[in-house]
């Protein structure tokens, strides 16, 4: 019994070694790099409707007042975004203003001249340039305008004239800022320049033969827009 013990403990001694180098060797992992989260891509492209509110002013006072005058109007367009930062797009606009030159402009002679224009219309390219949520762009193309009403009179009695055209139509530019607050919500802080030519009296009273005006408007704007289909973050960049 004795012997049998002991050749078991030796057995198991010289076993020992042998099966742990069988074993297979333990492996090492290495601990996940943190969570970064991903970046936000932000996407312009696609069509928008909207809203604004601002100020106008004359450019030429010699038949308008230099008075602020409010407007309010809305707008709609569509805008493409690629390489990538880049923005380029359409847009309508349509302005409705308030308080037109009533009191109108007094003549050396005694001419009053008034003048009213309370429509304004513009259809432009846009052009821009993103980071993130916000858009820095430039605007130009057409412009129009209701036909303005120039009347003359001397000592309040109504004076027959005639000016060379009616300007309804023109150019415009402008600039702006816009930037996306909620999905689908962009607000947006804008200057545009109307330019409708010159009008000339070709005939009148004397004082006011051959005077002639430059039809413009200097408009400062801020908006809403709508836009369909998509909403601040449209993508992650990992």
């Known amino acids: 019994m004795k012997k049998i013990l002991l050749g078991a403990v030796a057995l198991a001694a010289f076993a020992g070694p042998a099966f742990a180098a069988d074993m297979p060797a333990r492996t090492y992992s290495k601990a996940p790099p943190p969570y970064t989260a991903p970046a936000v891509i932000y996407n312009w492209t696609g069509f928008y409707i909207g809203g604004h509110v601002g100020g106008a002013f004359a450019g030429d006072s010699t038949f308008q007042s230099s008075d602020a005058r409010f407007l309010g109007g809305v707008q709609g367009g569509f805008d493409y975004q690629f390489a990538p930062n880049w923005v380029v797009g359409a847009e309508a606009q349509y302005s409705w203003l308030t308080g037109s030159n009533n ?17 304004l219309g513009s259809v432009t390219g846009r052009f821009g340039y993103t980071w993130g949520p916000a858009l820095v762009y430039a605007k ?88 369909f289909g998509w909403g601040g973050p449209v993508a992650a960049k990992y």
């Open 103 to 119: 009191n109108g402009v007094l003549f050396p002679g005694g001419t009053l001249v008034t003048s009213k224009n309370d429509q």
């Open 140 to 227: 130009g193309g057409y412009a129009w305008r209701d036909n303005s009403n120039i009347g003359a009179s001397v000592a309040g009695t109504p004076a027959a004239f005639t000016t060379d055209g009616n300007h309804k139509d023109g150019y415009t530019v402008g600039a702006g800022l816009e930037y996306m607050f909620a999905p689908n919500w962009s607000a947006k802080a804008e200057y545009q320049y109307y330019n409708f030519g010159k009008t000339t009296f070709t005939s009148g009273p004397a004082d006011i033969v051959g005077v002639s005006s430059r039809n413009d408007e200097h408009t400062v704007k801020v908006g809403v827009n709508y836009r």
